[in-house]
């Protein structure tokens, strides 16, 4: 489960933009979840559950995730 950190208190201030992060997660995670052998399981509103094989293909794809979720959002 990976989820965005501070997405309350921006949904408080200006929901319209936390809607646009989480909808930049759930598509990013899903994208660079399939490359690594894993999928998307559900989106729970700020966070996404994915599945894998094995660990080292997750950590991979959170490494990734966390890299690449700047670039989307911007």
């Known amino acids: ?11 408080a201030r200006d929901e319209p ?3 646009l992060q989480s909808t930049a997660l759930s598509r990013q995670a899903q994208r660079i979840a399939e490359v690594h052998g894993g999928k998307l399981v559900k989106g729970l509103g700020d966070a996404v ?3 894998f ?19 989307a959002i911007e």
């Open 1 to 11: 489960i990976s989820d965005l950190s501070g997405y309350t208190a921006l949904s």
């Open 17 to 19: 933009a936390a809607i």
């Open 49 to 51: 559950m994915l599945t």
């Open 53 to 71: 094989g094995n660990a080292q293909d997750a950590l991979r794809t959170v490494q990734k995730l966390h890299d690449a979720f700047p670039k």
